[in-house]
């Protein structure tokens, strides 16, 4: 049993910046890539940025320049700095990770809960 849970998320100004949080957590063995992703109200979820265990690094067109994509020093949790934040960034943030589950040593995809990010004019 893996749980992913997102917190930092909240209300901030256009222009200000946030930084998300995705703390793995349960039977992990090992995990490879994390990343984020976003759905707005009435959109589709949409790849916001990765990160390989290798430390690589990715990130959608719209995301280069702003936000910044890391790990903590036990692979275990994965964050997300937001800066010059605009009103069309608010949605829902959701954490996704490529997980070796420890109990069958099977690998499976885990997403969070998703954390709120509102964007004010």
């Known amino acids: 049993q893996v749980q992913l849970v997102e917190s930092g998320g909240g209300l901030v100004q256009a222009g200000g910046s946030l930084r998300l949080s995705c703390a793995a957590s349960?039977?992990?063995?090992?995990?490879?890539?994390m990343s984020w992703y976003r759905q707005a109200p009435g959109k589709q979820r949409e790849w916001v940025a990765g990160?390989?265990?290798?430390?690589?690094?990715n990130y959608a067109d719209s995301m280069k320049g702003r936000f910044t994509i890391s790990r903590g020093d036990d692979k275990n949790t994965v964050y997300l700095q937001m800066n010059s934040l605009k009103p069309e960034d608010t949605a829902v943030y959701y954490c996704?990770?490529?997980?070796?589950?420890?109990?069958?040593?099977?690998?499976?995809?885990?997403w969070g809960q998703g954390t709120q990010v509102t964007v004010s004019s």
């Open positions: 996704n990770a490529d997980v070796v589950v420890a109990t069958t040593l099977r690998l499976s995809d885990y």
């Open positions: 990160i390989s265990s290798g430390g690589s690094t």
């Open positions: 349960g039977s992990i063995f090992s995990i490879s890539a």
